[in-house]
Nanobody
Framework: VQLQASGGGSVQAGGSLRLSCAAS????????LGWYRQAPGKQRELVAS???????NYADSVKGRFTISRDNADYTVYLQMNSLNPEDTAVYFC???????????WGQGTLVTVSS
């Protein structure tokens, strides 16, 4: 499985961005796709995830502002981020969790910068 992330950028507080993560390869082995983020000096944390059966999970800090969705046609997962605030500034990473306890797969990070 390979992951290609895109969509980061700079935005003012209150603005929106959409991140994309395109999965390729043995996508049938993917249990869930998700977005994680890592701010400077902080640990990487879950932002949102979506299982192959459609179950979603969000960090409390983004509930009501971020939405994760999937395009099954090309197995791309999107993270729509609205009402961004400076605390959302981080490098965002796409991650694939695979069946059968296989190691997780990380995509490259994409930087999101929110200015006040």
């Amino acid at each position: 499985v390979q992951l290609q992330a895109s969509g980061g950028g700079s935005v003012q507080a209150g603005g929106s961005l959409r991140l994309s993560c395109a999965a390729s390869g043995k996508i049938f082995t993917i249990y869930a796709l998700g977005w994680y983020r890592q701010a400077p000096g902080k640990q990487r944390e879950l932002v949102a995830s979506l299982t192959s059966s459609g179950m979603s999970n969000y960090a409390d800090s983004v509930k009501g502002r971020f939405t994760i969705s999937r395009d099954n046609a090309d197995y791309t997962v999107y993270l729509q981020m609205n009402s961004l605030n400076p605390e959302d500034t981080a490098v965002y990473f796409c991650r694939a969790d695979l069946y059968y306890s296989a190691p997780v797969i990380w995509g490259q990070g994409t930087l999101v910068t929110v200015s006040s």
